[in-house]
């Protein structure tokens, strides 16, 4: 990192706490380890509520979430796996795979468990207000799923009680949150960066509580609209930066 950069990056690091934090929990969407078995666009395969309307990160190349109609077979409730003998239907359509399931890793580890996807799934996300991030992308562009979906595993999430979604989505919408993506993600061919998880929880953010009203209304505004440029006028704002150091966010890395 070019010495000017890594000056700044340093005095925000120092001054500003990471993003979880202030509240916010990232996460990752489910792996199942067999996507052609737990993923359909069939509303009546299984029981009706062992399915999840299921975002891929192709439903969230724009500026929203288009879902595209694919479900996720849940066999998880909140409990943990549920028992097949409760759902006919789930049990009937996944023991047709049952040698499939069981070959893989995690049905090799845990026979017993062999219908599980490979991550456990908490469906309470699907209901919650969220910010969506693919992973491979050139520019952090966080996407509002207002409820209505649970994430595939090339899709990272963001929660929060104490955050509006909405804000907090214009202020990563900025250049100073791609400041640290570039800082620290790593950098794949092509120049796109891997948005994971431990990469976007170094983010600095400023205190909820320390945003005021007038710059609440313009982050929300910037981030439905998805004005780069006023969500930099906030966040300059926010983080303090001089018209030099605004500059230098702006810059991007050299990649050479």
Known sequence: MEPERLTLL???ESQFRHLEVTGVTVGIGVATGADKVFITKDPELVERERLLPLA???DVRDSSVNWSGNYLVNPWNGNGLVDLSDYPRLAS???????????????QKAPANWFR???????????????????????????LDVGRTFPHHNLYFIVADIWDMEVLGGLLLSDVAQFFIEAYCVRMRGGYLRFQAQYLRRIR????HSITLDQSQRLRLAFSSRDVNLANDVANELYKLSPREGAIIGARESTS
């Not at 490979?118 to 966080?142: A, C, E, H, Q």
């Not at 953010?205 to 909820?208: F, L």
Request: proline share 8%; hydrophobic share 35%.
């Open 93 to 107: 359509y996944l023991s047709q795979h049952r040698n499939q399931l069981l070959g893989r890793h995690v049905g």
């Open 56 to 58: 891929m990160a192709f």
């Open 205 to 208: 953010v400023p205190e909820p």
């Open 117 to 143: 996807t490979i991550d456990r799934v908490n469906d309470r996300v699907t209901t919650m207000r969220k910010l969506y991030l693919p992973d491979f992308n050139g520019r952090i562009s966080p996407v």
């Open 10 to 12: 340093r005095r925000l």
